[in-house]
């Protein structure tokens, strides 16, 4: 068994955990917001049509903020149709789909306020102008006397929305947005939107588009260009990273978290570089605003859209998970947590049916799908400050990627001076032994130590077997003076949580 150490120290902090770092993201796609959060007549649904399983599921997810309304599909999307009486049919250019407008703001909103989060509203600025990005800030957060808070009033909310992030668009360097931009172009736009949406609520804070991924060939280039128009008015700039496994190479599928972590420490720098050149008192900070697992569904999605071309709700990027899916998942939230000083936000995407966490069955059941597991332990214990994780591990190389440490891990301290720490055995064929060096802590009082391992790790949760991948408590000793060693079986995610 190989050893491997892990040097904790209060006085070691990387930064506070930003809990946005654990948030999710629903879009007009598919079955998520039709048939996923919202069902009318489903047996569970309450009067406004929401399934009041999704909601309990969402609730014990314990996510902070949603991104809302899209995605790809915001690029197109006209948001007057989604308020008041009068909501048209409308084709959804993105996913090939109608919109039928039946979800909107009003009903989006009150049920992201009923499972605990915030909204991230995000503004069309692919076919929208500013002028639009400026009257959707002064529909929700004005409190009243000019048209649009009045057309909210008007619409049944009194109070305003007090909605405090919003995206500047989406993606917008991709082919396959509607309404895609040069950087520049981007930059011009995204700049002024943002001034007068600032100037109508200036408590509110804006992300600003990076690239849709590290693999687009404008990546970098575009970073530099659009912040140098757009640095002044901004908060955040967005990455956006899907990962998978189609060759079954899983060493190398598990290392991928070490190009998420690149990632995001180069988009830092091309921050701090516009920052420098601009001579700027500002720091931006990242909101990786999409990320996830995504590969599973795509050849069939490309067939469904072809035989049913413009049918509301079709079922698209249902991503059925497996184990080793649930532990590049823990990965990726590690690899957030050791970069907390600067991601600020991340949201999965997306929260129901849509490469999510939960999944429904019309008329049916709802379920966690492996990767739930992680996300729900990393929210409910991984708060407080990220304390440098100082980790000697034996490291080996796969197709892509060099050193790539056998046991990753993150750790937390809460106000109480709790510790967990999370980390996965990225191994397949070996365990780990944990020796904890807890130098500064005073002796904890009890210790947990919950595991997620399968023997399979093409392992599945379904309708029939929705608890065939999930979490297990194992035997742990109290800690002593400093803690003992902890078995990190292979291929497993693990929480130990130190309790004062
Ligand atoms: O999350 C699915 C899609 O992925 C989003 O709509 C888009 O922004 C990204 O390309």
Redesign the pocket.
Known sequence: MQKIKLVLDRDYAIGAVDERIYSN?V?H?GRCVYGGIYEKGHPTSDEAGFRGDVKELVKKLNVPMIRYP?????SGFCWEDSVGRDRPRRLDL??LTTETNEVGLHEFYDWAREVGSQVMYAVNLGTGTPQAAKDVVEYCNHPGGSKYADMRIANGKKEPMGIRTFCLG??MD?P??MGQKTAYEYGRVASEAAKMMKWVDPAIELVACGS??SQMPTFGEWELTMLSECYDNVDYVSL?R?YGNPDHNTEDFLASSMDLDEFIKIVASICDAVKGKKRSKKRLYLSFD?W?V?YHSLGQDEEIKRQRRWEPALPL?EDVYTFEDALLVGLMIITFLKNADRVKIACM??LVN??APIMTRNGGPAWTQTTFWPLMQASSMGRGISLLPILSSPKADTKHYNDVPMVDAAATMDEQGNVTVFAVNRSLEEDAELLMDLRSFDKFAAAVHSVLHHEDLKAVNTEADPDNVRPKAVPIPVPGDGIDAVCLGKASWNVIQLKR
């Not at 899209?70 to 915001?74: H, P, R």
């Open positions: 993201f879009e796609l899209g995605g790809n599909f915001v993105a996913w989406n993606e991709g396959w947005q849709s991924s956006h899907y999409e996830n995504w990027l995407a997306q849509v490469i």
